[in-house]
C-alpha cells in the first residue's frame, strides 16, 4: 500500500477516542491522527488544534465550499469534516494516517482513497453502549444517539474490519495487528 490509512469507524462511547490515543502513543506505529474540523461545541477538558479545529458554522461552510475536506457530514446538528492538506503532509512525511469518523464519512473516504482500511468498533451489547453514554454526560440526546448507533451498526459489515470491544486489551490488540500491516505494506 502506498499511502497506508486506517478509518477508525463505530458510535459514540464505543471506545474510539480510547483505540485512537493508545496507539498514537506508540511512536513506532508512526501514525498521524488527522484532526478534524467540526462546528460544535467544545467540550471540558478538549483543546483546539489537538482534538478537533472548533469553528463556527459559517466558517465550517465557507472551508466547505472551498474544497477543503476530503469528506464532511452534519450529525446531531454539528458539521465535521476531514482536511485534504494534513493527509497529504502525513503521506509526505512516511506516516500511516489514521482517523476516526462517522459511517457516512467513511464511506466516502473509501471512494477516494481505495487502499484505506476500514475498522468498525462495536459495542458488547446495546445495553452496554446505553451505559457508556449515560456516562459520557448530559443524557438529553441519548435517545438519539442510541437510533443512530443502531443505524451505524447495522452497516458494520460494509466495512473491512469489525472489532467487539468487550475487553479493552483484547480487542486494542486486534487492531494494533491490523495498523502494524496497513503500516507494513506500504
Avoid at 489537538?50 to 472551498?66: C, I, N, P
Avoid at 489514521?98 to 451489547?125: E, H, N, T
Avoid at 479493552?168 to 491490523?178: C, D, S, V
Amino acid at each position: 500500500m502506498k499511502h497506508p490509512m486506517i478509518v477508525l469507524i463505530g458510535p459514540s462511547a464505543v471506545g474510539k477516542s480510547s483505540f485512537l490515543d493508545r496507539a498514537l502513543s506508540e511512536s513506532e506505529l508512526n501514525l498521524y491522527d488527522v484532526v478534524t474540523y467540526t462546528s460544535r461545541a467544545m467540550r471540558p477538558g478538549e483543546k483546539d488544534g489537538v482534538h478537533y479545529h472548533f469553528v463556527s458554522q459559517e466558517k465550517f461552510e465557507q472551508l466547505k465550499e472551498g474544497d477543503f475536506f476530503v469528506e464532511w457530514a452534519l450529525v446531531h446538528g454539528n458539521y465535521y469534516g476531514t482536511p485534504k492538506d494534513q493527509i497529504r503532509e502525513a503521506w509526505g512525511r512516511g506516516q500511516t494516517v489514521i482517523m476516526d469518523i462517522d459511517v457516512q464519512g467513511a464511506q466516502s473516504v473509501k471512494r477516494l482513497y481505495p487502499q484505506a482500511i476500514s475498522v468498525f468498533l462495536m459495542p458488547p451489547s446495546v445495553d452496554e453502549l446505553r451505559q457508556r453514554l449515560i456516562k459520557r454526560g448530559p443524557a438529553g440526546d441519548l435517545e438519539l444517539r442510541l437510533e443512530n448507533a443502531q443505524r451505524e451498526m447495522a452497516l458494520a459489515d460494509h466495512f473491512d474490519h469489525v472489532i467487539i470491544n468487550d475487553e479493552f486489551e483484547a480487542a486494542y490488540k486486534e487492531f494494533r495487528k491490523i495498523v502494524e500491516k496497513a503500516s507494513q505494506n506500504q
